[in-house]
């Protein structure tokens, strides 16, 4: 299983999660991200991911073993690089634990951590015509927050 991907294709998460199956897991939990119709007051008409690929991969793999770790879970990823239309899958993040409560807890992690970490990065076209970069700080100041020690 290959903890975090990268993937033009559209996502299957059925496919996915396949592969969290285990004997010893009463939960599964998971967190799709979907491309929706606006921000921030904006209309969308679409989006585009663009990644430093290397870096990514290096990096996703790192949140969710970190995750595999803390929660004692198995977890994987795969966010979605291209153009993107509305509705699309853009990030699927899939947990299996023995118990619910770190299966949620590793699911969010994983989530909250490649928002902040993973250089990935989105551009949204909108309605009127222009287009913009796109960085999610208030995902990435709850990252910071939500899973420092203390």
Same mark, same amino acid.
């Given at each position: ?34 491309v929706r119709d606006h921000n921030e007051g904006r209309a969308v008409i679409r989006l585009e991911y663009e990644a430093f ?30 153009? #993107? ?5 853009? &990030?699927?993040?899939?947990?299996? $634990?023995? /118990?619910?409560?770190? *299966? ?22 909108? #309605? ?5 970069? &796109?960085?999610?700080?208030?995902? $990435?100041? /709850?990252?910071?927050? *939500?899973?420092?020690?203390?």
């Amino acid at each position: 299983m290959t903890p975090f991907t990268l993937s033009q294709a559209p996502l299957t998460p059925e496919t996915h999660r396949t592969v969290l199956q285990d004997a010893s897991a009463g939960a599964y939990a998971c967190f799709e991200g979907w491309v929706r119709d606006h921000n921030e007051g904006r209309a969308v008409i679409r989006l585009e991911y663009e990644a430093f690929e290397a870096l990514a991969n290096l990096e996703g793999a790192r949140i969710v073993q970190e995750a595999i770790t803390r929660y004692g879970v198995r977890a994987a990823c795969v966010h979605r690089v291209g153009s #993107l239309e509305i509705g699309d899958l853009a &990030v699927w993040v899939g947990v299996s $634990a023995p /118990h619910r409560g770190p *299966a949620f807890d590793a699911c969010r992690y994983i989530i909250d951590e490649v928002k902040h970490r993973v250089p990935i990065w989105k551009k949204e076209h909108y #309605l009127d015509g222009d287009s913009g970069w &796109v960085n999610c700080e208030h995902c $990435a100041a /709850h990252a910071r927050h *939500a899973h420092s020690p203390g």
